[in-house]
């Protein structure tokens, strides 16, 4: 089983909402990510958490947050954002942090 | 710095045919991962297949296949016997010492039934 689970599908928000992103994979893997994906574009890694730790934030602004609850669950809370951050947000999960990564099937936000 | 290039934005075949998607790469490290990640319409991002630096052998996957040229720093994926779910864009990417992804910027496949 190589889930990985992401919910809303879809996400519209003004920009004094405070929102989250959630993320599960229950493969037993040990690190995850958060990556942002604009259309036409590669992803762009934003955090890594390995073993339930935050181990790379890639200078993104405070407007978001991730949380780590436990080793299954991941989530980005949102607030104040602005329309340029409007993107598809993607989860992944991989066995440790020199693994292959397995991805889930994103959150579409829109920032009005 | 390492980079990934994909040179080619798009490309169309027909259904049944072979078609080779090209990706170099830039590198000093000896030991390394590259993958093929596949992303459809839908959105969501597959992994299609990965190739481990020190083995010469070229990982398969079904019809998925790739030519790696270390010496070359080339990695690119052939599809054999090409469907219309096939339809995606691929990106190549190279895990680097730190073990982040470096992405090629992408090539978009379409399969014309």
């Known amino acids: 089983d190589t889930e990985v689970t992401q919910t809303p599908k879809h996400l519209v928000m003004g920009m004094t909402n405070k929102k989250s992103l959630k993320c599960e994979q229950h493969?037993?893997?040990?690190?995850m990510y958060w990556y942002k994906q604009k259309a036409k574009k590669p992803p762009e890694l934003m955090f890594v958490y390995s073993y339930e730790k935050l181990s790379i934030n890639e200078s993104v602004p405070s407007r978001f947050s991730p949380e780590c609850p436990n080793s299954s669950l991941l989530n980005l809370h949102l607030h104040a954002l602005q329309p340029e951050d409007s993107a598809l947000y993607l989860c992944a999960s991989s066995r440790g942090t020199g693994w292959e990564q397995y991805f889930g099937p994103g959150t579409r936000l829109t920032v009005t | 710095a390492q980079t990934v290039t994909q040179s080619q934005p798009e490309m169309s075949v027909q259904e049944a045919e072979t078609v080779t998607l090209s990706c170099t790469y830039d590198t000093s490290e000896n030991n390394y991962y590259l993958f093929w990640y596949k992303q459809p319409p839908s959105r969501q991002m597959i992994l299609v297949i990965r190739?481990?630096?020190?083995k010469q052998q070229n990982a398969t996957e079904n019809r998925f296949s790739v030519n790696f040229q270390k010496a070359a720093k080339s990695f690119s994926l052939k599809i054999s016997d090409s469907q219309l779910g096939d339809t995606a864009m691929y990106f190549c990417?190279?895990?680097?010492?730190?073990?982040?992804?470096?992405w090629g910027a992408g090539t978009k496949l379409i399969i014309k039934p």
């Open positions: 493969m037993g893997h040990r690190a």
């Open positions: 990417a190279f895990m680097d010492s730190n073990y982040q992804l470096i």
């Open positions: 190739q481990e630096a020190y």
